[in-house]
């Protein structure tokens, strides 16, 4: 079994005292920000970015991705006791987690959360474990046309799970792109839209788009509306379950890490999805689907399994193909070109130490978040406590911090406050911001790829039609835009975003 | 304004076409190619056009579709966000980190309607002390943390 020898050498790598410690550190930040209400793992990633270019490759990507999954995880405390998704794959978690909270079930919600999340990780580290390799070895045949029309499935993908306006998710994808060739051209030496500005040449920041987009942006937007949060923070006695819990739970548990881990997969999957389709698949099947909403456990257990299980698989189109399925990822694309790691499927052969340390990693991070956030749960509750008005300077400083440190230059802050302006503006117009980031993060390979591919077929279009993976690719994308245009599945999505 | 009657989405679709012109505009400067040989202006184009037609696409149907008025509560929190995060970008590399980080609290904070200034006096100092001690010293930030000017 190579899988096994393989996961001995990740194992070798992650079990290092280094390792152990920035992947402890990654789940205690993750947890800390995932039960923070208004900052969310892009930014908290955005702003560690720099910090990592002084580790070793294999560290900074075992923190980042700890970071991840910690962060699903912290967000769930806090829709348990809250009634506010810490993160927005915890959103579905609130509906019962709440009520049970309420009901005086706060600790069974919690650690049937905890042990869901773990048992769903365990798996999910399998599976990428098992899966990735064979893929890896397909997208070595992958040729220009292939990685064109891979790109353009990722992209349609992303435009599908966007909530709201279909015309707008795409339109932000192909701004994402135009932003993404400004700087110089690699093929001709050309200036694109620098203005003549000397900063510009590289590029703009992708972390500065990253964290006026979606940090600013929404530190914005909070700031403008006058809610007052209650913390439901009353009894929160000792975690414990009762065996009768147990065995209600484990079915749904079961069912929610197979959900996460397929859905995880898809580009354009993750977290997200697979918590909502798991919600939405309990309540089917359940005996008695009037107990969801009133604190039903299957409803805590069966999503919290799959956002875990969907996070962590969302690794594998990233590792195996190079391509970002979600906002995070297209950070992590970030993470590895600092290391200039370029992700793909040379990665697993090139650098097969980082490869199976990070996913061996994954497992020893979700045995960490059990055995830290069980015990620790009273300090997560306390923090929960500390008021929005000292939280949003704090973050300020330390995204103008993290962003200047990038590259030692107040340029990048600058521009991290006009994206903050046009991010506030896109919340305004609701233009969803996570597609215009993965058309930046892709813009420059989709171009490339492109030309490389018509060069090739000397100028011929059919080329991305022609070669059977890339017209299966395609035929993919256009049957998920068909799909999601078909009027039934478009009113379902739009209710499914809507309760959300 | 009877007329519009999706504002969001036509707004929305003017940012587009404002964006996707001028992207072609500035691209007309940039070699064109042919597809076997692209030149650089060919992509940027291609998008520009692409984002154009989404843009009219949105604007022609927000003549039609219904939807919620645009809503700017209020434009305390944008400005003072932005107006702080710029401050602290412009005078960082002259005053060093410990005023900036002062001047940044200072100004966010009086951005939420809860503000109380002596809570975010207190604030201030306690970040200028810890940004310094975590990031100037902890991981070696490369910033003066006074004003370099009295360092002589």
Known sequence: MEVFANLATGFAVALTATNLFYAFLGVLLGTLIGVLPGIGPVPTIAMLLPITYALPPVSALIMLAGIYYGAQYGGSTTAILVNLPGESS???????????????????????????????????????????????????????????????????????????????????????????????????????????????????????????????????????????????????????????????????????????????????????????????????????????????????????????????????????????????????????????????????????????????????????????????????????????????????????????????????????????????????????????????????????????????????????????????LLAVAAVLLLIVLAPNVRRKREEAFHEA | MALIRHPKDFWAGVLFIAFGGAACVIALDYAMGTAARMGPGYFPRVLGLMLCALGALLVLRSFKLQGAPLSFPTFKPLAIVLASVLLFGLVVNKVGLVIATLLLVLVASTASHEYRWRESIVAAIALAVFVVVAFRYGLGLQLPTWPPALAG
């Open chain 1, 90 to 472: 915890s959103v579905v978690t609130c509906i019962d987690g709440y009520q049970m909270a309420r009901k005086g079930r706060a600790g069974t919600a919690l650690a049937i959360a905890a042990l869901g999340s773990f048992i769903a990780g365990t798996f999910a580290t399998m599976v990428v474990a098992a899966f990735a390799p064979p893929l890896a070895e397909v997208a070595l045949k992958f040729g220009p046309a292939e990685y064109f029309s891979l790109m353009v499935l990722g992209l349609i993908a992303a435009v599908v799970l966007a909530s709201g306006s279909l015309v707008k998710a795409i339109g932000m994808i192909i701004l994402g792109l135009l932003l993404g060739l400004v700087g110089t051209d690699v093929n001709s030496g050309l200036q694109r839209y620098s203005f003549g500005i000397p900063e510009l040449s590289d590029g703009i920041g992708f972390v500065a788009i990253a964290m006026g987009v979606f940090g600013f942006a929404e530190i914005i937007v909070n700031l403008e509306h006058r809610e007052a949060r209650e913390v439901f923070t009353n009894k929160v006695s000792g975690l414990w379950i009762k065996w009768k819990d147990f065995k209600e739970a484990l079915p749904a548990i079961a069912r929610g890490t197979l959900l996460g881990s397929g859905l995880g997969i898809l580009p354009g999957g993750g977290a997200l999805l697979s918590a909502f389709a798991s919600y939405t698949l309990e309540k089917k099947i359940a005996k008695d689907p009037s107990q969801f909403g009133k604190g039903a456990i299957q409803g805590v257990a069966g999503p919290e399994s799959a956002n875990n299980a969907g996070a962590q698989t969302s690794f594998i189109p990233l590792l195996t193909l190079g391509i970002p399925p979600n906002a995070v990822m297209a950070l992590m694309v970030g993470a590895m070109t600092i290391h200039s790691i370029q992700p793909g499927p040379q990665v697993m052969t090139s650098n097969p130490q980082l490869f199976w340390g990070l996913i061996a990693s994954m497992w020893i991070g979700n045995l960490m978040l059990v055995v830290l956030n069980l015990p620790m749960i009273g300090l997560w509750v306390k923090l929960l406590q500390v008021p929005y008005r000292l939280l949003y300077p704090a973050i300020l400083l330390f995204c103008c911090i993290g962003v200047y440190s990038l590259q030692n230059n107040v340029w990048d802050v600058l521009m991290t406050a006009l994206f903050g302006l046009i991010g506030w503006l896109f919340v305004k117009l609701e233009c969803e911001p996570a597609p215009l980031l993965l058309g930046f993060i892709l813009g420059p390979l989709m171009e490339e790829n492109l030309r490389r591919a018509l060069l090739l077929s000397r100028g011929d279009p059919t080329v991305f039609f022609t070669r059977p993976l890339s017209a299966t």
